[in-house]
């Protein structure tokens, strides 16, 4: 026998309690200094609230998901109404202001929301609106689309982008919310040093969220009316995937994280989650031409090889000037490290491609 839906009041206790022990988690990872392993602490707290309310709301968390989830109902896609997006909102952004307050009373003090002062509010700009749409995008992806489910998944996939866009990538230049719920509760919290913020980083990630709708709609056409497939969905979905990927590589050179190699596999897993059903995720023209060379892939032809290859060139230029952007034009250049070698470079990517 089927379970029964669950009721609204289940939902939106099920939404103020995922939202709650999320909040609750960043403000302690925040406080305690925890900054190697603060980011993939907050990251498996919002995936096992995940696999433990999925079932009852949808475990969005965070009202840029609901919103996210609202546009993609608008557009005749799967979603939620416009009623439960606004209740979810207004529930997590209850919850999120609550648990703010609890973790200020356990650690007798808080902690403000701005960009960080090395940067300026357009590079938080930035980071807030792609991050919050990568999140949004993987979770229509692996939650919302057809022909992603069944799948046992979309927790890792989810919990996972909170890895690549935490203080190892965007967390550093915008203080990395991508959450409404939690900008808000950091602002009112922390009243005595300054409000208003969280304004701002409510618009942004509301744009991501909606952005991420409308290219949901391109890379799943067949969840909104279309025939499934086409080269726009497969070519689109390579050149997302890429750009993240690239972008999280260069935003963690940059910023010179501790861990950037985590945050790194971290996007490129959540990206394959999300798009392997679109294009089959290569996100990498040396895994486009093994895969034509094997020839274990009749579907992948020549000439879609080299519109692949195309798209994720265009990704990985577009992601390297997104980064460059948000340093002032400073970039990285390719070559050997110190004390070694042209040739133990080439040893060394001949191997791990």
């Known amino acids: 026998m089927a379970p029964e839906p669950s009721t609204m009041k289940a939902k939106l206790v099920a939404e103020f309690l995922g939202t709650s022990i999320l909040m609750f988690s960043v403000g302690c990872n925040v406080l305690s200094g925890n900054k190697v392993w603060g980011t993939t602490s907050i990251a498996c707290s919002l995936m096992v609230s995940i696999y433990a309310l999925g079932g009852i709301s ?65 590079d938080a700009m930035t980071c807030e609106i792609l991050y919050t749409f990568m999140l949004c995008f993987v979770v229509l992806n692996v939650a919302a689309a057809s022909r992603s489910q069944p799948n046992e998944y979309y ?95 260069g935003l963690n050179v940059m910023g010179r994280t501790p861990d950037g190699a985590w945050a790194i596999a971290a996007s490129l897993l959540s990206m394959i989650y999300a798009l392997g059903h679109v294009s089959g995720a290569h996100f990498n023209p040396a895994v486009t031409v093994a895969i034509l060379a094997s020839g274990r892939c009749p579907d992948l032809t020549p000439k879609k090889a080299l519109r692949y290859v195309g798209a994720q060139v265009l990704g990985g230029v577009t992601a390297a000037l997104t980064y460059s952007s948000v340093y002032d034009g400073a970039s990285f250049k390719l070559g050997p490290g110190p004390s070694h070698t042209w040739g133990s470079v080439a040893l060394a990517e001949i191997v791990f491609t």
């Open 58 to 122: 949808g475990a969005n968390f965070n009202p840029a998901v609901s919103l996210a989830l609202g546009a993609s109902k608008a557009m005749n896609g799967p979603g939620l109404p416009p009623l439960e997006v606004f209740a979810y909102s207004v529930v997590q952004v209850a919850a999120a202001i609550v648990a703010a307050f609890s973790y200020t009373v356990l650690f007798h003090d808080d902690f403000n929301l701005a960009p960080s002062s090395s940067y300026a509010w357009r």
């Open 155 to 249: 927790g890792i996939a989810i919990g996972f982008v909170i890895i690549s866009a935490g203080v190892y990538s965007a967390g550093q230049v915008s203080g990395g919310c991508f959450n409404p719920a939690v900008a808000i509760g950091i602002d009112i919290s922390s009243l005595s040093k300054g409000f208003g913020w969280c304004l701002a980083f409510l618009i942004w990630e509301c744009v991501g969220a909606v952005l991420a709708a409308v290219l949901f709609r391109v890379v799943r056409p067949e969840d909104f009316g279309a025939p499934a497939g086409g080269a726009a969905a497969e070519t689109m979905s390579e050149f997302i995937g890429t750009f993240f990927v690239v972008l999280t590589v």
